[in-house]
């Protein structure tokens, strides 16, 4: 199996927002979002049963976890882990240029 990330991206900021499944294994996914201007809806968290690993490939993004004051600013390259159930949302992407995720799901 081969692809490339950026084939399928939207090419105007305009876009609503995407997530398509790149692979699929037991245990594992693999995630494509694009996010253009998107956020979590107001008192809407994540919480999810399986880690998830996340990296920005472009854009910019706000994250906020429930139990953290601030919320981290992600920029191109920044990636994180998300431990299973820790509440997350995210609070803002930027509406002027896509903002891409690679979000990987795994079973610990």
């Known amino acids: 199996m081969t692809g ?3 084939t399928g991206v939207p090419t105007s900021p305009e876009a609503a927002e995407r997530l398509e499944t790149l692979l699929t294994h ?3 996914r693999i995630d494509r979002i694009v996010s253009t201007g998107q956020a979590s809806p107001p ?3 994540y919480e999810q049963a399986d880690a998830e690993w996340v ?3 472009s854009g910019d993004a706000l994250l ?3 139990d ?6 992600l920029h191109l390259g920044d990636w994180l882990y ?4 820790r509440r997350h949302r995210v609070e ?3 509406a002027d240029a896509l903002t891409i995720w690679l979000a990987v799901h795994f079973t610990e």
Do not use: K, V
Not at 68 to 73: K, L, S, V
Not at 82 to 85: A, D, K, L, Y
């Open 4 to 6: 490339n990330l950026f």
């Open 26 to 28: 037991p245990g594992l």
């Open 43 to 45: 008192g809407f968290w």
């Open 55 to 57: 990296l920005l490939l």
């Open 64 to 66: 906020r976890f429930e």
């Open 68 to 73: 953290e004051t601030e919320a981290r600013h």
């Open 82 to 85: 998300i431990r299973p159930g």
């Open 92 to 94: 803002w992407t930027a």
